[in-house]
């Protein structure tokens, strides 16, 4: 006798665009429990007869029917409401004699919403409600809906796989550096001009201190290896000039310029 009142959601589906049923949700038995109680009012209706005057007994006995009739209706209509999720949109399908259809496409669903009241954790049941990207819309609660959780799971699969929303890209969890050079490793270092009077000399090679050394003519570069000839491991040409000592020398650091704005002496041209 129910098979009389199934909507048949497939009639709706778009069978030569590939639509397919994900999940086809009827209402739980919660939504049947109001209808059911105005069932058992009948009963202590009818029984008002042995009570009620005789000019009376009319309204027990049409009050009954009507009683009946209504919650048969209800119950038919929670039977035929039916909420479908496929592989493109979400619609619901209810009425009995007019039938009303709302549909919503993946594409427009921006949020999902499930509302578990307190007798609902209990027993099971849940109502969603849908934020979509229209100002109005027909599909916006869908009430008692059992296993709210799991199917508002499948609604997320649904969205993350029709590739609405994107792929989720993570960060790396290791530091990226930057490359090293291709001849000694180090990722930078400066050399300096040769000074007057050298050609191509190493600056400190004499042992003299590099007194001469414009800051516009330092350039970077990679790290020589080979430690000029005359030179100490454990300094830099120049290092006597600025006061630094031989111990803070680092093969990847930069070699301080020497500064321009300590006063020097004036030349005396008698040489007194």
């Given at each position: 006798m129910w098979r009389l009142f199934d909507p048949r959601v497939e009639r709706f589906l778009i069978a030569d665009e590939g639509e397919v049923v994900i999940d086809e949700v009827t209402k739980h038995w919660a939504a049947m429990v109001k209808p059911f109680l105005e069932l058992m009012v009948v009963v202590p209706l009818l029984a008002l007869v042995f009570w009620l005057p005789p000019a009376l007994y009319w309204v027990p006995l049409l009050g009954a029917p009507v009683l009946i009739g209504h919650a048969l209706w209800r119950i038919i209509g929670v039977r035929m409401d039916r909420f479908v999720i496929t592989n493109m949109r979400v619609f619901r399908v209810h009425g009995i004699l007019s039938q009303h259809i709302a549909t919503m496409p993946i594409s427009?669903?921006?949020?999902v919403s499930v509302l578990k009241p307190?007798?609902?954790r209990i027993f099971g049941f849940g109502h969603f409600i849908f934020e979509s990207a229209a100002?109005?819309?027909?599909?916006?609660?869908?009430?008692?809906?059992?296993?709210?959780?799991?199917?508002?799971?499948?609604?997320?699969?649904?969205?993350?796989?029709?590739?609405v929303r994107g792929t989720t890209v993570r960060e790396p969890t290791r530091p990226t550096f930057l490359p090293k050079a291709t001849t000694t490793g180090a990722m930078a270092a400066v050399?300096?001009?040769?000074?007057s009077g050298e050609s191509g000399a190493a600056p400190g090679a004499s042992g003299e201190p590099h007194a001469h050394v414009d800051q516009d003519d330092v350039r970077t570069g990679p790290i020589e290896t080979v430690l000029p000839s005359g030179g100490r491991a454990d300094t830099w040409p120049g290092a006597e000039s600025v006061g630094v000592p031989p111990a803070s020398f680092h093969p990847n650091r930069v070699w301080p310029r020497p500064r321009r704005d300590i006063p020097q002496p004036p030349e005396d041209p008698d040489g007194t």
């Open positions: 427009r669903i921006l949020d307190f007798v609902g100002q109005d819309q027909g599909l916006k609660e869908i009430r008692y809906v059992g296993d709210p959780n799991g199917r508002g799971l499948t609604i997320q699969r649904v969205i993350q796989r029709s590739g050399s300096l001009p040769p000074t």
